[in-house]
């Protein structure tokens, strides 16, 4: 019986993260390149597209504290329909003119991003194998975010145009639609809900407050090295994708090639999950951690040293920063599952995922002011930097553990 509702439960989620995945990465793809042109300047471009990850942070909490009174359906409903009122919000900016608005519409896209990222812990509520399962749904994300980028600024561009909007609407009214679409299958169908089947929903006065659950976290070693490479993976990808639209466009390539670009590097995140997952499972999802840092370093040492008016080394970079976030995320998630159990969990996995969004809003914020006062290769040669630090930490930990035995 719990085998057959878990596999309902993936196929349920499956099918969301499809539209759901397309209208995040639509939007985002487009924030940028939107608000530098309502603003006039890179720096307030790249404030505009960090506004999706200051939202995944800043809902992260209060969708955590909802799910573990409510369940997962209504938590990540209510994500969703939040991620479809910042779309409406990010049109009229675009329709209008109005830079000021596209923020707080960018920042409601961020409350979908975190629904997004609650669904792979909804995935693992009741599997055997947290990282086969999250790594399962991550990898239906591919289909929507890869494809979402192509169509913002593709079809949907043209069908603005033919409307008679602004070229830079079209993405955010397919992602309202794409949103709304997402809502409606999981009010449908993530029934019955997994944490209420698995005994981690109770009243909401019975929960400590989710900020009592920064402390153990931390302290917990298993714990901090697990957040530690998802913030690490985060900020690297955040960091690094935010300004590359600009970088490329500054070197005179079309937007369907940024487009290309920036699907090119979602696959890296996405498609390959499936088997990340499975060695996580295997090998251990600390070896998954570390190795993913090598990957986030080669991959923004690639980026770095790619010339404005050329592609392929952010095409390559982008692919496996891509890969790395995606071994950083999968590993660090099943590590959370495997060390916080019982009716507490859901708030450590609030408190990490809010942890990784909010670094991931910050990389967002510095990027656009690092390429603003210098350079793109700059900020990829810092980006390299930061992911090496979760090899490092199992590289020191492992050396320790050697030591103690001699």
């Known amino acids: ?20 995945g397309a209208a995040m990465s639509g939007a985002y793809s487009s924030a940028a390149i939107l608000g530098e042109e309502l603003s006039g300047s890179e720096t307030l471009g790249g404030i505009a597209a960090s506004g999706l990850t200051v939202g995944s942070a800043l809902f ?6 909802f799910m573990s009174a409510r369940g997962r359906r209504p938590g990540i409903a209510v994500g969703y329909l939040t991620g479809l009122c910042g779309a409406v919000l ?3 900016a675009a329709l209008a003119g109005w830079y000021l608005l596209l923020i707080p519409g960018m920042v409601g896209v961020g409350g979908g991003h975190a629904a997004n990222l609650a669904a792979r812990f909804a995935a693992a509520d009741l599997a055997p194998e947290a990282g086969r399962a999250i790594g399962t749904l991550v990898w239906a994300s591919t289909f929507g975010a890869v494809v979402g980028p192509t169509l913002s600024f593709g079809p949907a561009k043209s069908g603005a145009e033919g409307l008679g909007m602004a070229e830079l609407a079209g993405p955010y009214l397919l992602s309202a639609l794409l949103f709304l679409v997402a809502m409606a299958l999981v009010v449908r169908f993530l029934h019955p809900d997994p944490l209420v089947v698995a005994g981690g929903v109770g009243q909401m006065e019975d929960r400590p407050p989710l900020r009592a659950f920064f402390g153990p976290l931390f302290k917990n070693p298993a714990g901090r090295l697990a957040v530690v490479g998802m913030m690490s993976c985060h900020v690297v990808m955040v960091g690094v994708m935010t300004m590359t639209p600009l970088h490329l466009r500054d070197g ?7 487009g290309f670009v920036i699907s090119l590097h979602i696959i890296g995140m996405y498609a390959l999950s499936p088997l990340v997952g499975r060695f996580s499972d295997r090998f251990g999802p600390r070896r998954l951690v570390a190795f993913g840092g090598i990957l986030l370093v080669v991959g ?4 770095a040293h790619n010339q404005v008016g050329e592609s392929f080394g952010v095409f390559a970079g982008l692919f496996l920063i891509g890969l790395g ?8 998630s099943a590590l959370l599952v495997e060390t916080f159990s019982g009716p507490d969990r859901v708030g450590f996995q609030g408190m990490a995922d809010m942890c990784m969004t909010a670094a991931g809003g910050v990389a967002g914020v510095i990027s656009g ?4 006062v210098s350079s793109f290769h700059v900020l990829s040669h810092g980006a390299m930097v930061l992911g090496a630090v979760p090899t490092l930490m199992v590289a020191v930990r492992a050396l320790s553990s050697r030591e103690r035995k001699d």
Do not use: F, N, Y
Request: aromatic share 2%; charged share 20%; proline share 4%.
């Open 1 to 20: 019986m719990r085998d057959r509702l878990q596999r309902r439960t993936l196929r349920t989620l499956m099918a969301v993260l499809v539209p759901a």
């Open 60 to 65: 992260a909490v209060p969708l955590a504290k």
């Open 90 to 92: 990010c049109l009229i």
């Open 252 to 258: 005179g390539h079309e937007l369907e090639l940024i």
């Open 300 to 303: 923004s040492e690639l980026a």
């Open 325 to 332: 976030w995606s071994c950083g995320l999968i590993a660090g």
């Open 369 to 372: 002011l690092i390429v603003a």
